[in-house]
């Protein structure tokens, strides 16, 4: 910030003497003399100088990051992010619009750190070899499905833990419903993406029904608390994920070793049912071989077979055998 007659937001220029959009720019003289050149910039004009202004608790974008812009349109505030992270970082600045894209490729010529994209930002695929994993995206697409855009470009683009910035506009969303409504509804629909928003920020006076949300991408459980601020106010949520995400997974073990050991057991008695049956078969082929057609368990408590045999007549005759007498054929 700077301050004076009027407090100003300024980015140290990585290009001095150049202006991207006719902004204004200021020197400032070292004491050892050295003259560094600052852009000023306008939040009436850039949502994430308008988040810078609005008093932002945590803002990710820092000296050496790599960022993925969604929307960058002709370069405004993709400039201003190219000055943060300064000539170690990068800045991939997707724009759709061929118009909007001449300017941001003229633009980049003079910004070796901007890596300027015309592409549509649903199709991650397409620029997928121009992109490396980032550390930040943001978003301003202004689109009713920008929080699905915003979660395609972080599953295939952002590293785990990494942040994400978008700007929802509750008129391109939904312009029947009120803004609060609309903004809430985008945030769960990103916490369904693995997207874990931290802090929601509305970027009153500067842009109208204007909400942005800063949070993270996957985020580790092993954290024991987190910070969400909902509106103006923060509130923290204690409790430990990590062993409630634990507990969950050992309840799962034990529950799939039941299962295997259940479906084991049933296996295991099938197959001896399947034993059973065909030694009983084998049992009566080997009977019929001898001449014997029928078995019947004795009931009067001998240990003896009553068993019918064919005595080759009309009539049958009936017969009895002892169990030593079958005892290679008792059944198992």
């Not at 993925?68 to 619009?97: C, K, M, Q, R, W």
């Not at 930002?121 to 943001?138: G, S, T």
């Not at 855009?149 to 969303?173: D, E, M, Q």
């Amino acid at each position: 910030m700077s301050k004076g007659k009027a407090d100003s937001l300024v980015t140290r220029n990585m290009v001095p003497g150049e202006s991207v959009y006719g902004e204004k720019r200021m020197e400032v003289v070292q004491e050892s003399g050295e003259k560094i050149e600052y852009r000023i910039w306008n939040p009436f004009r850039s949502k994430l100088g308008a988040t810078l202004v609005g008093g932002v608790a945590n803002m990710p974008i820092k000296p050496g990051c790599k960022v993925l812009y969604l929307g960058a349109a002709n370069g405004t505030t993709v400039s201003h992010v190219s000055d943060i992270v300064g000539p170690e970082g990068v800045v991939y600045a997707v724009e759709f619009s061929h118009r909007s894209g001449r300017d941001l490729t003229n633009m980049a010529k003079k910004r070796p750190n901007i890596v300027p994209i015309v592409e549509d930002a649903r199709q991650p695929l397409k620029y997928r070899m121009l992109v490396d994993m980032v550390d930040v995206i943001f978003a301003d697409v202004a689109q009713p499905d920008q929080s699905r855009i915003v979660a395609l470009n972080a599953h295939y683009f952002l590293k785990p833990s990494g942040w994400f910035i978008i700007s929802i506009k509750a008129n391109c969303v939904d312009s029947t419903a009120k803004p609060e409504a609309v903004f809430a509804a985008e945030v769960d629909k990103l916490r369904k993406e693995k997207c874990k928003p931290k802090e929601q920020l509305t970027l009153e006076p500067y842009h109208r029904d204007h909400a942005v949300v800063i949070g993270q991408y996957r985020v580790s459980k092993k954290k024991e608390e987190s910070t969400r601020s909902i509106g103006s106010g923060s509130f923290i949520v204690s409790g430990t994920e990590a062993e409630n995400a634990g507990q969950l997974m050992r309840s799962n073990e034990v529950l799939g070793r039941s299962k295997r050991l259940f479906v084991g057991a049933l296996a295991a008695i099938q197959g001896i049912q399947l034993f059973i049956f065909l030694s009983g078969i084998y049992f009566r082929k080997s009977l019929l071989k001898r001449g014997i057609d029928g078995l019947y368990v004795s009931t009067d408590g001998t240990d003896e077979l009553l068993v019918t045999k064919n005595t080759g007549t009309k009539g049958e005759g009936t017969a009895y055998y002892s169990f030593e007498a079958f005892e290679v054929y008792s059944l198992p």
